[in-house]
């Protein structure tokens, strides 16, 4: 039983048709499912990820009107894409002057070229070098298939205190600390590379963050299905309070919040986004699970388009 990294990562936006924009266009992700927020069939849920809809590689969208975060500690604070060279470092970089994104310079952090960036509602992002483990580009992507976002690594949660949320990530979780630059600690999971790596930044002295657009309301950890009935257990043998098995359609989940109160969900690498839509076809009608497939018509008059 062990993590194989991460699976996707959710975040807020209030700005639906914007995050939909950039996303799509101006990262060149592919959109791999269009749904609804299972528990607020309101609200969009909007999935992004590489051509073919890989386990790791999608960031996901609530879209809940909000004001912005209030930054802070007790918060998933960094989301990091990996791409696969200087090239593509340097294609990036152009790429957001161009298209007018907020980014910064490239730095070396953790022994990788990062380059730090945000979308229109502050959601803050970086890209990676770190070219492990298989590509899958989307051939219609706006982005040349060589530069394409690979997938999701590392990610960086904010804990003003690490000793109990060390005690989950390796005793529950079965991660290994490996190393640790400045404030951070590097947790690793079984994954090859950035994909499989969780930073922990400890940042005592920063009030508590409140959720909004640019937030990031939870990460999923990646496990084989054949192991979710045994994490199910774990949890409950170990008396983690845990939402108990839920069933996603697309994969299977399982949520608990970490000592600092940040959401965590395990989520199985199948059966995956074709299972009712086929490859080609990924992302371009709204999705729904059959138990809301009956409201239909309802949810559908309640959304707002996404493109003009």
């Known amino acids: 039983m062990q993590l194989k990294g991460f699976h996707h990562l959710t975040a807020i936006t209030a700005d639906a048709p914007g ?26 849920h909007l999935f992004y990820a590489d051509g073919v809809g890989s ?16 930054r802070g500690t007790h918060a998933i604070c960094r989301t990091g894409f990996r791409i696969a ?43 990676v070098m770190d070219s492990s483990g298989a590509a899958h580009p989307y051939a219609e992507s706006p982005v040349d298939a060589a530069h394409q976002i690979r997938g999701l690594g590392p990610i960086t949660i904010s804990v003003p205190d690490i ?25 690793k999971m079984a994954g090859d590379g950035a994909v499989a790596e969780l930073q922990v930044k400890v940042e005592p002295k920063l009030p508590a963050a409140q959720q909004g657009a640019g937030a990031v309301h939870h990460v999923a950890f990646n496990i084989p299905y054949a192991d979710y009935d045994a994490w199910a257990e774990r949890l409950q043998a170990t008396r983690v309070p845990n939402s108990g098995p839920v069933d996603r ?4 989940s399982l949520y608990f919040r970490e000592p600092n109160g940040i959401l965590f969900e395990i989520a199985t690498d199948a059966p995956g986004f074709a299972t009712d839509e086929s490859l080609e076809n990924l992302g ?11 409201r239909r018509e309802q949810i559908e008059k309640g959304l707002k388009p996404l493109t003009a």
């Not at 359609?249 to 299977?252: A, D, L, V, Y």
């Open 55 to 70: 386990p790791g590689t999608d960031i996901t969208f609530f879209d809940w009107p909000v004001g912005p975060e209030r």
């Open 249 to 252: 359609f697309w994969f299977k």
């Open 163 to 187: 000793k109990n949320t060390d005690i989950i990530l390796t005793r529950l979780m079965g991660m290994e600390p490996v190393r640790q630059f400045g404030d951070t600690h590097v947790y």
């Open 284 to 294: 371009k009608t709204l999705s729904l699970p059959p138990f809301l497939e009956g």
């Open 85 to 127: 060279d200087e090239k593509s470092l340097a294609y990036w970089t152009e790429r957001f002057a161009d298209l007018k994104v907020k980014h910064d310079q490239p730095v070396e952090r953790d022994g990788r070229l990062t380059l730090d960036f945000e979308d229109a509602e502050g959601q803050r992002l970086s890209l």
């Open 19 to 44: 995050n939909y924009k950039f996303y799509t266009q101006a990262l060149g992700l592919r959109m791999v499912k269009k749904t609804v927020n299972q528990d607020d069939t309101s609200a969009y």
